[in-house]
């Protein structure tokens, strides 16, 4: 037994996998954050096919591995992003890297802690905004209610994803118009660099070629230039819009809440927030937080009949 083990009795691990990057968390039973690090995104939409399983095992390998340098959990709550309710396969491979029974590891969706790190059950609403974008309400009796989270494909609006789509997009209509048009736009020129070259080729390989969430990292270059360009500005306004329609429709089935905003898309640029601010009803209390989704599980982890 190591000596942070016999230090550290009832150690809680809290995984937060998200599309872009993993962040894990160890909390003592008292709720203090005692290791911390970082390792590829996962999606539980990898464990489709065989390359993908690989993936996630090889991930939580990884994970299992800097864990224990520091100390043996005695229990697991992760978040996993597109997390559907399937975890028998999850919780023994992760389990069985850990020493623990498959009982004693907890999966959920990634959005189920990052709405329990901002408030108790029925308390407000959480729209979150990373590679794809949510709202997300957990009842009083612990039920979860979405709007919006349907894929980047399909819609995720406001996301990372999104806005890195929308700016291909607009660059690219353009040059269907007036090519050459990139030349006079800073976004392009940010965007271009960004994937590689001003050739269709490159936003082509980018857009298809990439993971999603590389793809939207893109959205940094774009908000990097709502300064500069108009069509950015634009795009990130729009952004807001479509991150208060989630907190709308919520607020509309259920009643007034405060809603919290969170996910690093949100911190791109003021537009974002200032603009689904001024898209929600006025007795609306918006507030933007960074949470920390990993600790959140993590101290679940750690006081699991709290």
């Not at 992760?78 to 997390?83: D, N």
């Not at 794809?132 to 039920?143: E, L, M, P, Q, Y």
């Not at 479509?242 to 429709?249: M, N, W």
């Amino acid at each position: 037994m190591h000596n942070s083990e016999q230090q550290q009795e009832g150690l809680g691990l809290g995984i937060d996998a998200g599309g872009t990057q993993t962040r894990w968390a160890l909390a003592a039973p008292g709720g203090r954050i005692v290791a911390e690090g970082t390792a590829p995104g996962l999606s539980a939409l990898q464990m489709g096919s065989a390359e993908g399983r690989e993936s996630v095992q090889a991930a939580f390998a990884g994970i299992a591995s800097a864990v224990l340098a520091q100390g043996r959990p005695a229990a697991v709550r992760a978040g996993l992003t597109g997390f559907g309710g399937e975890s028998d396969q999850l919780q023994q491979w992760l389990g069985g890297l850990l020493g623990l029974a498959p009982g004693a590891v907890a999966f959920s969706n990634d959005i189920e802690i990052a709405y329990l790190a901002s408030f108790k059950p029925g308390e407000g609403y959480l729209v979150y905004s990373g590679t794809g974008s949510i709202g997300a309400f957990i009842d009083d009796r612990g039920g979860f209610h979405r709007a919006g989270g349907r894929g980047v494909v399909l819609d995720d609006g406001g996301g990372g994803f999104w806005i890195a789509r929308e700016a291909l997009r607009h660059i690219w209509r353009l040059e269907d118009e007036r090519p050459g048009a990139w030349e006079e736009s800073p976004m392009a020129h940010a965007v271009f660099q960004h994937v590689g070259g001003s050739d269709w080729s490159f936003s082509r390989q980018f857009i298809y070629g990439r993971e999603r969430g590389e793809v939207g990292k893109l959205a940094i270059a774009v908000a990097a230039t709502a300064e500069r360009d108009p069509a950015a500005a634009a795009i990130l306004r729009e952004a807001g819009t479509e991150l208060a329609r989630l907190a709308l429709a919520l607020i509309r089935r259920f009643g007034p809440r405060p809603v919290a905003l969170a996910g690093r898309a949100a911190e791109l640029h003021p537009a974002i927030v200032e603009t689904m601010r001024a898209a929600l009803p006025p007795d609306a209390t918006l507030s933007q937080t960074g949470l920390r989704a990993h600790y959140a599980a993590a101290r679940l982890a750690a006081a699991p009949n709290q």
